[in-house]
């Protein structure tokens, strides 16, 4: 024993001895691929940003009784240019392609999924950008790593890094983002790929700083929440419990995408009569209740400063919900992560105007927190997302409320790639 005791003491000696160097990974190729990537990564997104915010801002010229002809008519070109360009899928697709095609994502229908989304967000679909933005940036790691014939683990990190490029763009939350590009994979063993987390953070520090250059961003929280103060163990019951009415109007949202569903899916039409039909339904709901139009990035914060009657706020809610599944099941492209936080802000509104003694702040931010949870099966990365977003400096309440979300979330995922491989 006591041999054994003295040969590792020569050893710390020895290695103290040794001269103090830079890592050399710091300047290896890999860390510089992955903050090529990134650079890349936040140029697409800013400059998709810049190109939304114009066309958003010239189609919203056209109010009342023209939003459903517009949005109509966006459906309808959003159609014709899948049609003829080609079906860049959906995020259950990316998804599968991570998981069960060794990370290769096809950068072939990048221009399909920009044109299209591009439209749908822009007119004021009930979708954001961020699943367009992870497909293009994905599939820009995917086409990099063949470039430098990586494959394997390293293809696949690559791709991650890539996706999580643009969710930290979109979202200004490097770590965040990087988690949410991890666990998205799979609702139950989201570990099973953190070998990626290095490249997805050093990804997304770089994606953020150029995202924030391109669009001029300043720091801070995106949605405006009144101040929290803590008044004790009984807030993270009420987190709990404020999660659990959550986490009901989250399946009623399944619910309601599985019968729009199903509905577009009686009669095979072409995709552009379905996105036309998405289209007028759209705009007549935007029509009647213009807040629930667009994906929610502006108007959370319309929704926390308005003082809304509860009944308004009750058609908000259903419709608002009612808006996501056609948008999704239409065929319409873009994500459903902000619209879900939408969700949840509404509700906290309807639950704090029934129970005005109880703090507006944890109402809104459980209810936000367990919704997206409950559909996306993300508690880690929904916690950090959402102390960044709203400034809420206690985390413990958002990750009470994901994880109840999350565990009384449906068997079957929402996005059905997340499941077992058979």
């Known amino acids: 024993m006591k041999l054994k005791r003295k040969r590792k003491l020569v050893t710390y000696l020895n290695i103290l001895d040794q001269p103090i160097r830079f890592n050399p990974f710091v300047f290896s190729r890999t860390f510089l691929l992955w903050a090529f990537l990134g650079l890349i990564g936040g140029l697409i997104a800013g400059l998709y940003w810049i190109t939304l915010e114009f066309l958003t801002h010239e189609i919203s010229l056209f109010e ?15 159609g014709l240019v899948i049609h003829f360009i080609g079906d860049p899928g959906e995020i259950h697709l990316i998804v599968n392609n991570i998981r069960f095609n060794k990370g290769k994502l ?43 014939r990586l494959k394997g683990e390293e293809l696949r990190s690559l791709s991650i890094a890539g996706m999580a490029s643009s969710f930290t763009a979109l979202f200004g939350a490097p770590l965040g983002g990087s988690l949410f590009s991890l666990e998205i994979l799979h609702h139950k063993h989201a570990v099973e790929y953190y070998k990626a987390i290095i490249p997805a953070l050093v990804a997304s520090c770089f994606s953020y700083v150029v995202f924030a250059l391109v669009i001029q961003l300043g720091l801070g929280s995106t949605w405006n929440l009144s101040a929290y103060e803590y008044s004790g163990v009984f807030d993270f019951a009420y987190a709990v419990l404020f999660a659990i009415v959550a986490t009901a109007v989250g399946w009623g949202f399944i619910y309601c995408t599985k019968f729009f569903k199903s509905l577009f899916e009686k009669r095979r039409l072409p995709i552009y009569i379905k996105t036309l039909i998405g289209g007028l339904l759209l705009g007549v709901i935007s029509f009647y209740l213009p807040l629930t139009r667009y994906f929610g990035h502006h108007e959370i914060n319309l929704l926390l400063t308005e003082n809304l009657s509860l009944k308004l706020l009750v058609a908000i809610l259903v419709f608002k919900i009612i808006a996501i599944a056609v948008t999704v099941t239409s065929g319409w492209r873009g994500g459903f992560i902000i619209p ?20 507006l702040t944890l109402t809104i931010i459980s209810c936000m927190a367990a919704i997206n949870a409950c559909v996306t099966r993300t508690p880690m990365s929904t916690t ?29 995922p929402f996005i059905s790639s997340q499941m077992e491989k058979e």
């Open 106 to 148: 096809d950068p072939k229908n990048n221009p399909s999924m920009i044109l299209s989304s591009l439209l749908c967000v822009a007119s004021g679909g009930s979708l954001g950008p961020e699943a367009p933005l992870v497909q293009v940036t994905g599939s820009t790691g995917s086409w990099l790593g063949k470039v430098f």
């Open 384 to 412: 950090i997302l959402l102390a960044t977003l709203t400034g809420f400096g206690y985390f413990i309440p958002i990750l009470f409320a994901s994880l109840t979300g999350y565990f009384l979330s449906p068997r079957i």
């Open 64 to 78: 009342g009784w023209l939003v459903i002809p517009v949005m109509a008519t966006c459906g309808l070109l959003a």
């Open 340 to 359: 879900l936080f939408f969700v949840g802000a509404t509700l906290g509104l309807i639950i704090h105007q029934l129970f005005p003694g109880l703090s």
